[in-house]
């Protein structure tokens, strides 16, 4: 009982000097086959738990996706076997694993705590700075366990991990065992009355409160007003990209004291009003009063899943909410008065909304042309393809919003090409009038020349014909359609 006291003891140490990259004594009594399963058994058992309650309330095990974790399992296993061969002198498996499995419940915790509490550059900055503790621990950990630098081991470690790194956003694979509820369990799932009651008279409350703490439109300039809709609460990536689409906005509009989002999220069910169809009908007007609706421009943009009729699904938990059409769409624009119009749509069949909201004071972009579908609307993402092409890579260095639409298409074309996906064909139409208004106020940021530009000077950077690309006609007029 005592050794076995002092084995357990020599182990803790063992994991703190290693967590913290000093040099440990006597690593044999640490590294035991007990402390080995034990942290094995401990990892797996941190990442199903914080897993299952990242996935949120009633979610479902999807036992098929155990082969997936297997697959990391044996990576584990192959990064130390890999490790124990490629060093010299050759170390022993067992020592190996141990300091590989003692970093697993790190990297666990902390990048569910990325995914958790950061989003866009912060999280990737994180990624980034957990991936240069790792490098450390793993060389200082192998200098621990041989006395001297590892650099060919590191080096085929760090090849191994590439590489299954690499096929990994291929297959694109994804260790969860917790599917979160679907959107038909979620219509059925229970939420209590209390609090389904709660949401819906906070909401107007919440977007007043958001309105009034906007700045009111001043100069001669017009102001650029951001309203953010998230239709669905059971996947995370509508949310989190209509977050993203404020921050970028912002950046290139000078919004940020002039933002509103209506967001359905069923991990926060407080800090934003809720998506529905009559708040966002209220949001627009509501918005309208700090504009100046003949001159101001209102940036919408919207992002769930989509369907031909044309409509967008809206959905938040039990509470039963209307679906929003193209047609309440139109409708709650015409009657906030707001002349001037940016709108966004990220979901299947947004081209089918195309047609309704056209007009010479409109610019209307949308993921995917009206009978086709777009894609990356899992819940284990944070972007949809469309967002990650349009607001993370194409519009925060774009000069115009032409050019931001025309590269993002161009980089759906072959990212769908590559993973033999139908193509999306994302839409645009920019009306005349406020295309008109952008070139005399462009832009601010690093695009280069801003504004919507010209056609000449916009087809020159294109890849391709923008005939072809649902941008211009012959004519060089602005249109919807290819």
Known sequence: MRASHEAFVSSLAALWRLWTLQPIENVSRATTEAAVIGLSVASLALWVGLDRWLAGPGAQFEAWDTLTVSLYALLALAVAFVASVASRPRLGFRSVLFAMVALLPVLIATAFLIDLRLDGRAALAARVLLA???????????????????????????????????????????????????????????????????????????????????????????????????????????????????????????????HLLLINDRRDLRTYPIATVSGLSYALNAVAQKMDPERDILFLALSSHGSADPALAVSNGSLRLEQLTADDLSTALSESGIKRRIIVISACYSGAFMESLQDPNTIVITAAAADKTSFGCSDDRDLTYFGEAFYRDALPTAGTLQQAFVRAKAALAVREKQEHETASDPQAFFGSEISAVLERNPMRGRGGAYGVGNPDSIRKQSPRPLSRMGVFDKAGTSTGAD
Do not use: C, N
């Open 132 to 258: 240069l503790y790792a490098l450390a621990y793993g060389s200082r950990a192998l200098r621990t366990l041989s006395g001297s630098r590892q650099m060919r081991a590191t080096a085929a470690v760090i090849i191994l991990l590439g590489g299954f790194l690499a096929y990994s956003q291929f297959a694109e694979l994804s260790p969860s065992l917790w599917a979160p509820l679907s959107e038909d369990d979620e219509e059925s799932e229970d939420m209590p009355a209390s609090t389904a009651e709660a949401l819906l008279f906070d909401e107007r409350v919440q977007i007043d409160d958001a309105v009034d703490r906007m700045s009111a439109s001043t100069g001669a300039d017009p102001a650029v007003f951001f309203v953010g809709f998230a239709g669905m609460s059971s996947q995370r990536v509508f949310a989190e990209e209509i977050k993203l689409a404020a921050r970028v906005i912002d950046e290139r509009f000078a919004s940020a004291d002039r």
